[in-house]
């Protein structure tokens, strides 16, 4: 990726994508119990292996895309844990109260953006 000038903006920019994923599996972990019961009053099954798996799914493939060790595969797991999260947890058209809507619509459009980001990753490497 450093054949041409561009190439050195592969870092940082990996930086910046997997720093998202990597901050949100910690405070998932450390916050595991409040995020379990987030999920589960979203409806979501299983809330407490689902949050697991999105710890591990977060943390592995984040530190995959970051140090280029099987990037393609971290990539893939990222876009697998950031693209359905918006069904099931930021139902904007359920909310009734403005601010919500909007604060549910910004994360799902959010969350859009990051699982084509991972298409992307996976794509060029």
Do not use: N
Request: aromatic letters at 14%; a positive charge; glycine letters at 6%.
């Amino acid at each position: 990726m450093t054949h041409s000038p561009l190439g050195y903006l592969w870092m940082p920019g990996r930086v910046l994508f997997v720093s998202y994923f990597i901050a949100m599996g910690f405070s998932h972990l450390i916050h595991f119990r409040q995020h379990a019961l987030v999920l589960k009053k979203k409806g979501v099954p299983l809330p407490r292996c689902a949050t697991l798996l999105t710890i591990v799914m977060m943390i592995c493939g984040g530190a995959m895309v970051l140090f280029a060790w099987q990037t393609r595969i971290g990539a893939l797991i990222l876009f697998c844990i950031i693209f359905p999260a918006p069904f099931f947890l930021h139902r904007f058209w359920k909310e009734t109260d403005s601010y919500m809507h909007l604060s549910e619509f910004a994360h799902m459009t959010k969350d859009f953006a990051l699982a084509g980001a991972a298409l992307i990753v996976a794509a060029v490497t």
